[in-house]
């Protein structure tokens, strides 16, 4: 088992007295592409930012090689998330740095790299992610899918271990979706990093990844590599990947009976 | 904006801000015109301050030559104690006489020193021996009003007889 | 004696309004140490506070030049006509220069600095935590609150008392244009009443103090709600007002306090 990188074993965590997640347990294996999906609201982002330290669970524990999470003290935890690295939804990059500068970001705050070294690197980077000649630009000149591979670039930048991805798939066109689910698979590979990606994209997502994580209701409702997945016959799943309108997941949000509700009963109000 | 421009501006603001506050300070202000470095203290009792207020000027011939700096109240001899700093390149003799003026009717306040004639000089912490405490309005009636009928008491009886 | 339903509701949440302020203030005033706290960044990266001061501070000056003119006018206009029913018009200079220095440079600046530069920061330190900027560099292990908002405290800090100044510089100026150069009033006895007027311990000096305590008030609240705010559109937006709301109240509350204690009358 010490080839998982992520260990998580009974873990709970509420929002005050509403319960988000409920005893998970996840082994995440190093170099490897998963995925946890699932409805919107179901916990997913909470699940990366319990992985990466930013909120404490209730009980139960995370374990990031080898150590947990939530037992580091402030400069373990900052030691540890210079070896982690998060995408975030929209790539939330600096708006007032420019591109180059935000890829650039983390090695002049936490290295002494000179500057002629670290220009290297950053166009490096971007060149991984294709960006190379879009180094001057600023966020706010950039299309949605290219600053999510500026996100991209700036989350490789000092060689994490581990990257989550927060929906990375959201809202970009077809060609772009192509080129960010390839970029994941090729950078988890060459650089031997995991990668974690949240995400409820089924058919980008379920091409690139090695396993799968289904949570609903705020816990772990299935889970296997992705042919296990596409041939399951669990409810959920099944809904999911095939996009049925109602199923586990229902269509009406809970409401009165339909004639109640349109005074065709029950005389008059 | 690029890096350089934006610290031009920065710094012309800097030096901008302060010297608003120079100049508020030097021609709006009298931080120029006071110094308090070059002076010698003196102090002198009055019966009376009336409306003489710390800071006020000390003026010899209508010419500022110092400042009132603490005014306090003597209770060995009861009286009104005012300490004044003078600027040192002004030199009075040891029987200068202190009064309270006023500026015009209704003024304010202020110290005029008259100068005697003793050849000695008043020196750093000597005493003012000569003071006119100020005039204060109600009494200088009082005693209007008091001649006034006292006059007209004898006028009276210089008639009757 | 049982009371309605309504008022025991009402008085209900007239305490949970009074509780939540009260909690508020202690997570703010909290947040303020951790500022202070965390300002090594600040002034080791001093290029970090320069560019801020460039945004709070050279991008105010217009609105307080011209803001600054035009009170300084104002005054002059006003105060000509009030003390030429007492003969006094020459007293005009004092008049401009008591008022700015004393009481209107240090608030009207303040108020505007709280409006145009209080209430930039919070939209951008708002805007930051909205767009999950500043998830992203603690993620980084970037701490925000020394990289981010220690640098934007100390910028207002040091530009409040340069802007007040220059306020009640030209405002002066702008008496002087108006009853010297526009109405008559004696040059020379406009400068000599002003400067036998105005002390500089007394009157500028205490208007510096009070400048610099409401440049630490409002920028603290300006970088406080940015950071609290809610991470949606509304959420920045309603941290905006509140910026501009809750610093106007605190520069003229203080004023009251600062002025209570300062100018209590000579002698």
């Known amino acids: 088992m010490s080839e998982s990188l992520i260990e998580i074993e009974g873990l709970n965590f509420s929002y005050g007295q509403r319960p988000v997640l409920k005893g998970i347990d996840m082994m995440m294996g190093r170099g490897k592409v998963i995925a946890i999906m699932g409805g919107s609201g179901s916990g997913k982002t909470t699940l990366l930012r319990l992985i990466g330290g930013a909120v404490r669970p209730t009980s139960g524990y995370v374990k990031v090689a080898g150590e947990v999470v939530h037992k580091l003290k402030r400069d373990e935890l900052f030691r540890m998330r210079r070896k982690m690295s998060m995408l975030f939804q929209f790539g939330a990059l600096f708006t007032d740095l420019s591109v180059f500068d935000n890829v650039a970001f983390q090695m002049r705050e936490h290295t002494d790299l000179p500057e002629s070294m670290i220009r290297d690197l950053v166009l490096m980077k971007l060149q991984a992610v294709g960006l190379r000649g879009a180094h001057e630009l600023m966020p706010g000149q950039l299309s949605g899918g290219m600053a999510r591979r500026v996100a991209l670039a700036r989350s490789i930048a000092l060689d994490p271990l581990l990257i989550m991805y927060d929906e990375p798939f959201t809202g970009l066109d077809p060609i772009s979706l192509t080129v960010i689910g390839n970029l994941i698979r090729r950078l988890t590979d060459t650089l031997g990093m995991t990668s974690i990606i949240v995400t409820h994209d089924v058919q980008e997502s379920l091409k690139i990844v090695d396993y799968v994580y289904f949570i609903a209701d705020g816990v772990i409702a299935a889970h296997g590599t992705p042919d296990e997945v596409r041939r399951s016959v669990a409810p959920f799943v099944h809904q999911f990947v095939h996009g049925e309108e109602d199923g586990p997941v229902s269509f009406h949000y809970p409401a009165r009976p339909y004639a109640q509700d349109l005074k065709l009963e029950g005389g008059f109000a | ?161 | 004696m049982v009371l309605p339903k309504r008022i025991v509701a009402g008085i209900q949440s007239v305490g949970h309004r009074v509780i939540d302020s009260i909690w508020r203030l202690g997570y703010a005033s909290r947040f303020f140490l951790l500022t202070l706290i965390k300002s090594g960044t600040s002034l080791r990266r001093f290029t970090l506070v320069i560019r801020e001061l460039y945004f709070t501070g050279v991008q105010s000056l217009i609105i307080i030049l011209m803001s600054g003119l035009f009170v300084g006018m104002v005054l002059g206009l006003q105060g000509f006509e009030t003390l030429q029913r007492y003969g006094a018009e020459s007293a005009v200079g004092t008049m401009v220069a008591l008022s700015l220095l004393r009481e209107l440079g240090p608030v009207v600046s303040a108020l505007l600095f709280a409006s145009r530069a209080g209430s930039a920061m919070t939209a951008e330190i708002g805007l930051m935590k909205a767009t999950e900027q500043l998830a992203a560099m603690e993620m980084m292990a970037v701490d925000p609150i020394a990289r981010v908002v220690a640098p934007r405290f100390w910028a207002g800090v040091i530009s409040m008392p340069l802007l007040a100044a220059l306020f009640s510089a030209i405002g002066v100026y702008g008496g002087y244009l108006v009853a010297v150069i526009l109405i008559g009033v004696d040059e020379g006895s406009f400068w000599s009443q002003m400067q036998n007027a105005v002390d500089f311990h007394y009157d500028v000096v205490n208007g510096i103090i009070k400048t610099c305590v409401f440049g630490i008030a409002v920028t603290a609240i300006a970088v406080f709600e940015g950071y609290d705010a809610a991470p949606t559109a509304e959420g920045v937006s309603g941290a905006t007002t509140r910026t501009v709301v809750t610093s106007s109240l605190a520069i003229l509350g203080l004023d009251f306090i600062l002025t209570s204690f300062m100018f209590r009358g000579m002698g």
């Open chain 2, 1 to 161: 904006m690029q890096r350089a421009t934006m610290d031009l501006w920065v710094g012309l603001f800097v030096m901008a801000g302060i010297g608003a506050l120079l100049v508020l300070a030097l021609k709006v202000g009298n931080l120029g015109t006071y110094s308090a470095s070059d002076s010698y203290q003196v102090t002198g009792n009055f019966e009376n301050i009336g409306g003489l207020k710390v800071r006020a000027p000390v003026k010899s011939a209508g010419v500022v030559v110092g400042r009132v700096t603490d005014i306090q109240f003597s209770t060995e001899t009861y009286d009104a104690l005012v300490i004044m700093n003078i600027d040192s390149r002004y030199k009075f003799p040891k029987d200068t006489f202190a009064s309270i003026l006023t500026s015009g009717l209704i003024g304010e306040q202020y110290i005029g020193l008259a100068a005697g004639g003793d050849e000695a000089a008043l020196k750093d912490g000597d005493t003012i021996m000569k003071t006119n405490s100020a005039l204060v309005l109600e009494e200088m009636i009082g005693k209007f009003l008091f001649n006034k009928a006292s006059e007209g008491s004898s006028s009276e009886n210089s008639d009757k007889n």
